[in-house]
């Protein structure tokens, strides 16, 4: 059979014919297309419809329409139309069978007319209603059908109420990933709109979004992906020449006292500074301000009150901070104070100005609310530590400081103390005190929270002072977290000195934790083991991990010894 291609239709009917006829083929006018040994024949349906012969052999390839360009016997557009189609279904299904797999579905696609592919989508949309909508609403974008009315629908569509809630992490992203989705699609014909649409229905998804939320644990903060989209179409609606100065500073002043927790995630202050003239930013601030001056600072922190309220002061902060206004931020900063952490923050803030006086006296104003709890009574010593710190009490932070692990034997508290001490030149006694008050207090054969605390703490104080062999020493007799046992084996490493009896101990730890049996991670530890020790220890370590393996209670494990057999091969 004659070799065909594209050029050899073009040649036979001329670049205007050849062009009319891949428009023929691609509008899938080519109907009935029958192969008769050296014959083609088909059926254009164009008005009128005409019938097509071509007769393709070893040496000729030539065509024939009833239509008058083709008079019969001249190579017309419809006959380029039926040479396509014949040629995408012969030649180039031999291309697809040469195609690599991988390639072949996208190469298969390309020689599909538009009207077949459209054929085929909407044949599979017609048992995917869902799809079938997504395709609809495309539809209507692309139509430019697609109304405000329109739109507002297809919001409630992708923000619904569930009644029942969301709390699992997997449902809750699912529900904001679909959201996002559909909400992406509707930003083009949302940002089309005038100003004043889409600050409705920008209203309208705020209001959709904060309903969602009362059901929807989203404490992995997966809104922020609609969140985002919902701030294009802010910066849209404020950047647009048809609302007025007066008009935009209206809707912030009004916006930014929303007590919808959805509507003050826009961020809004931060994300419009370019949008609006310095002038018209004032005017809102000014507005806020004596909005601000109306509320009553809240009693306690943990209410919607409270919370719209520090929300309204912290926008007064940032504003205070970006003019550099320090008095102004102070000023908010006094009128919030009617809570113990108040005040401390306050003081926080005034030690960070190194006005030391008045710190003294909000630190002062703190410790004599009525009834503090147990957390704001330690937030009150660990501030009035800090306050002697930076005066350079260092004495009266130090004692406090000691006091305070002699309660609690708490690792942090010890290492501030140490930090403290360097300053007075007291750190190695400090640190020595700390490792025998813990020594005379430790309980052999106690399994206490408290006492197993105490041990682990002991352990890390070892590890500061460098005294390896009393943290190793400890272990062995004293049961220590995970976490501890971890730190002293590669400390042992370091020193190249490697505990394998601790290594042992926690593989055995990590072996009795597996509950799937698939034993991930104690193959990884003890690979991690094998690299960092010697030739020369890896002979023990691999010994003593086999006979590990070989204990009655792990030969029954399937599968351990398959795991650190390969471990250890590593």
Not at 111 to 120: D, I
Not at 306 to 333: C, K, M, P
Not at 444 to 455: F, T, V, Y
């Amino acid at each position: 059979m004659k070799v065909l291609s594209e050029q050899t239709f073009k040649t036979l009917a001329g670049d205007v014919a050849f062009q009319q006829g891949q428009q023929y083929y691609t509008q899938g006018l080519v109907q009935d297309l029958q192969v008769h040994e050296n014959r083609i024949t088909a059926q254009l349906s164009s008005e009128p419809p005409f019938k097509v012969e071509l007769r393709h052999t070893a040496r000729v390839f030539e065509g024939s329409c009833d239509c008058p360009d083709s008079a019969g016997f001249d190579f017309c557009a419809h006959c380029v139309a039926t040479a396509l189609a014949y040629y995408y279904t012969t030649q180039t299904n031999q291309e697809l069978s040469e195609t690599p797999s991988d390639d072949l579905l996208r190469r298969y696609l390309d020689t599909l007319t538009k009207p077949q592919l459209a054929t085929a989508l909407y044949d599979v949309l017609e048992d995917h209603p869902d799809i079938q909508e997504q395709w609809q609403l495309k539809a209507s974008i692309a139509s430019g059908q697609l109304s405000a009315p329109e739109i507002r629908k297809q919001i409630t569509r992708a923000l619904p109420y569930r009644s029942g809630g969301l709390w699992r992490a997997k449902d809750v992203s699912t529900y904001f990933s679909s959201a996002a989705d559909l909400l992406r699609m509707l930003t083009e014909p949302v940002l089309a709109l005038p100003a004043d649409k889409i600050e409705k229905l920008l209203t309208y998804a705020l209001e959709r979004l904060e309903k969602a939320l009362k059901n929807i644990d989203d404490t992995a903060d997966k809104r922020q992906i609609v969140i985002m989209l919902l701030r294009v179409w802010l910066r849209t609606m404020l950047s647009s020449n048809s609302w007025s100065e007066d008009e935009k500073i209206a809707f912030l002043s009004q916006h930014l006292r929303e007590q919808s927790f959805a509507a003050q995630t826009l961020d809004l202050p931060e994300s419009i500074d370019d949008l609006i003239s310095s002038e018209a930013a004032n005017k809102v601030y000014t507005q806020l301000t004596k909005y601000w001056d109306s509320l009553e600072p809240p009693s306690h922190a943990f209410s919607d009150q409270s919370a719209h309220y520090y929300y309204v002061e912290q926008l007064l902060i940032n504003r205070a901070r970006q003019t550099g206004d320090t008095d102004q931020e102070f000023e908010i900063l006094v009128k919030g104070a009617t809570t113990v952490d108040r005040c401390l923050q306050l003081v926080d803030w005034l030690i960070e100005k190194q006005d030391f006086y008045e710190a003294e006296k909000w630190l002062h104003v703190a410790g004599h609310f009525d009834e503090p709890d147990a957390r704001e009574l330690q937030d009150i010593e660990l501030m009035q530590v800090r306050l002697w710190k930076a005066q350079g009490n260092y004495q009266g932070a130090l004692d406090t400081e000691i006091a305070r692990f002699d309660e609690d034997e708490d690792l942090d508290t010890i290492l501030c103390a140490i930090n403290t001490a360097a300053h007075l030149d007291l750190s190695d006694q400090v640190r020595e005190q700390a490792i025998q008050t813990l020594q005379s207090r430790l309980r052999e054969g106690d399994s206490s929270l408290r006492n197993r605390r105490r041990a682990d703490t002991l352990a890390q104080l070892f590890l500061n002072s460098h005294q390896l062999e009393s943290a190793i020493a400890l272990a062995q007799r004293t049961p220590l977290s995970n976490q501890s046992l971890k730190q002293i084996i590669v400390a042992s490493h370091r020193h190249d000195q490697p505990a394998v009896p601790l290594i042992l101990d926690l593989t055995q730890r990590l072996i009795n934790a597996d509950s799937d049996r698939q034993y991930q991670r104690v193959q990884h530890f003890i690979r991690n083991q094998m690299r960092l020790i010697n030739q020369a220890q890896k002979s023990k370590l691999i010994e003593s991990t086999m006979a590990l393996a070989e204990k009655l209670e792990n030969k029954r494990r399937t599968g351990l010894l398959a795991k650190l057999k390969a471990a250890l091969d590593n």
